[in-house]
């Protein structure tokens, strides 16, 4: 399965009667590499199981009857006790989360759009980090959360009831939102906005309402370090473990650049090869730390961040814009998933 060269994917994909997955996130369920994603079809999602290149197709329930179309281009998905939840929305579609076995919605949609969902860890607990293009604000979801059965169903007949028991009030999943009002996304692609942990704290990384770039201490409701704007605006986040420390990895226009949180000030950029950057992950494979961007032309580009330098050639396998981009293990190695618009989901081997 890789012996084929890191210039051409090791596989190209897609499901039946499918152009394209216009966004994907990324789950490991009994000990297998999922994908799941969107195929821009309405009221559907689908998974993709790398290892065997199979394909599902799910289908969503309505989220209000009003509106029965599914918008869903921003997709999330984290394992909750052992099942998919997924969490996302588009432009005409506010957030939503379903059970994707059964199709069942979760959450009901939030009002307005929705411009990126992204699963973040903090440490044991994963969250859905929602970010909403062309105004200010993201949200950290739970993706245990749920309504409660009941909700919407009325207040039933008051004749029937027993004013003698009362019953529990039940929580409601707003609870635990956090809704971060200092923070603004400008893309539409998952690297949006980042969070992860940062010596030990729950932090988001992204632009900030009113300019520069924020890293924002989820529990103390502040932000911790701003960084001063760029030449070229920042767009995509992410952060990444550089020797021993976490650094911000930010990127727009054709600039990587990484932020060090300690001094709040900004590295050389790289020039990135290649058109404008579309998105961008970034990670530790082998103890080496890695950004890899997708840009409007297709290329993919991977970088060692220690090492400041571009990994091998720019894989070109895609002929378009590159929508999402992940980097996972597969057969105990490393991997690189990509989509593009009107192309197969590629797997790459990453290049060492």
């Not at 559907?44 to 918008?71: G, K």
């Not at 929705?114 to 973040?120: C, L």
């Not at 550089?242 to 650049?257: E, I, K, N, P």
């Not at 970034?282 to 400041?308: H, P, Q, S």
């Amino acid at each position: 399965m890789f012996a084929m060269t890191v210039h051409s994917p090791l596989i190209s994909s897609l499901p039946p009667s499918c152009h394209e997955i216009v966004d994907f996130d990324l789950v490991t369920l009994d000990g297998k590499l999922i994908l799941v994603g969107s195929p821009g079809q309405d009221r559907r999602a689908c998974t993709w199981d790398p290892a065997s290149d199979r394909w599902t197709h799910h289908e969503l329930d309505i989220v209000d009857e009003r509106f029965p179309l599914t918008d869903l281009t921003a997709i999330g998905a984290a394992v909750v006790d052992g099942r998919i939840v997924i969490g996302g929305g588009g432009d005409h579609q506010g957030f939503a989360m379903w059970d994707l076995e059964t199709g069942k919605v979760r959450l009901s949609a939030q009002e307005g759009g929705t411009g990126s969902v992204v699963r973040a860890d903090f440490g044991d607990r994963s969250i859905l980090l929602v970010g909403f293009v062309g105004t200010w604000g993201v949200q950290l979801w739970d993706p245990s959360d749920a309504e409660p059965e009941d909700w919407g169903d009325g207040d039933g007949d008051l004749d029937d009831e027993d004013d003698s028991v009362t019953e529990p009030e039940q929580p409601s999943p707003y609870d635990s939102l956090v809704d971060i009002e200092e923070l603004e996304c400008q893309s539409g692609a998952s690297s949006a906005a980042a969070a992860g942990l940062s010596a030990g704290r729950p932090v988001v990384v992204a632009g900030g309402r009113d300019g520069g770039v924020l890293v924002w201490d989820v529990e103390e409701e502040r932000h911790l370090v701003e960084f001063d704007d760029l030449e070229e605006k920042p767009t995509e986040f992410a952060l990444a473990s550089v020797d021993g420390r976490m650094w911000v990895v930010a990127a727009g226009g054709q600039s990587l650049v990484l932020g060090d949180p300690e001094s709040s000030g900004w590295g050389e950029p790289f020039t990135v090869p290649g058109g404008e950057i579309r998105c961008l992950t970034a990670g530790t494979v082998y103890g080496r730390a890695f950004a890899a961007t997708g840009a409007m032309d297709g290329a993919i580009c991977v970088w060692d961040l220690a090492e400041r330098r571009l990994l091998g050639r720019p894989l070109q396998g895609h002929g378009s814009e590159v929508f999402g981009l992940r980097v996972a293990d597969l057969d105990s190695r490393p991997v690189i998933i990509s989509s593009a618009h009107n192309d197969p989901v590629h797997l790459w081997e990453f290049p060492l």
